[in-house]
DNA sequence: ACAAACTTTCAATAACTATTGAAAGTTTAA
DNA sequence: TTAAACTTTCAATAGTTATTGAAAGTTTGT
């Protein structure tokens, strides 16, 4: 397999990811490229290379420096601004985990925790409402507060801690 | 609050909370209903109570025991078929754990695999696909591991053995 | 063998989400 | 202060995915 395609494979892999981390195909593709490139890029270098319009680009730039994954750098004696990724995958998963957590997982578990503790009037239909949301509130909870540990040990908490107890 | 607000709120939630674990909101929605009903649903039920059509609802319910998260139950005297949903929430996460690792996770780590494994020719581009997607691909490894090992411990894997170790 | 009771399929369409591109906005250099 | 170089916004539109509903298919009881 040449370059050029190795390089378009992985991108377009990565794009339709996306979903899986719970972004749009044009944003994961922005930052795939982002982040097997060796130097900043324009936004007329990403436009051309994904083949997206300007708007398209600045619009997914924008949501990808919300998250926290790409920033702006200053290249001397360019006028254009140029776009970097976070290079460190161990960095870049802390990122996504940690967004995620905020932005889904925590709303989520506000919703159980309300309706787990509604007032048990009696009825069985009241009961098992109340027992399986209390039930999923937990396990989502310590779901949230597993990933978000793990993703707090900065370096090697993977392959260092977690594996050699359950393996 | 009451039940019946209650249950509503918990379903629409979980049914767009669907995304989160790569399902579509019908789908989501049926299986909340059947995990807080008391008793096994028929089609006619699942389809007044989220008022869905019938179409819909047999096909979600065909995916959702694809998944092995619903299963058909015979109810003696009745003619029309009846569901329920697996109750368990730990044995819900193992299965979604499995079919996501399956579905989404491994393909993904074998084109990492494959474009990551692109013979060398010594140009900084493609030293930089190799190393990041190289890096990408340890890293969705380890996950997905981790993922299915904390699912295979049956019982309170979670509380029991990982919380102590990061605590 | 028939027909009633039920389920599945799938083409049409509705609903939603992403993308474009041109106009408006901003910054910078002279 | 002007205008060129650049970025952002957003209404229009394209593209994608979900939903409907009616026809076709299946099963069961008589």
Known sequence: MEYLEAKEK???????????????????????????????LSMEDIMGDLKISRGNTSMNLRQLMDWGIVTKVLVSGERKEFFTTEKDVQELARIVA???SRREIKPVIKVLEE??????????????????????????????????KLV??????????????IK
Chains 1, 2 share one sequence.
């Open 10 to 40: 992985f991108i377009s892999t990565w794009g339709s990811l996306g979903t899986l981390w719970g972004i749009n195909k044009a944003m994961a593709q922005i930052q795939a490229l982002l982040f097997i490139s060796t130097k900043p």
């Open 98 to 100: 940690k967004e995620r």
């Open 115 to 148: 309706v787990s503790s509604i007032e048990d009037n009696g009825s069985a239909e009241t009961k098992e409402l109340i027992k399986q949301t209390k039930a999923l509130k937990e396990l989502t909870d310590d779901l949230d507060i597993l990933m978000n």
């Open 152 to 165: 707090d040990q900065k370096q090697n908490w993977l392959t260092k801690s977690v594996f050699k107890l």
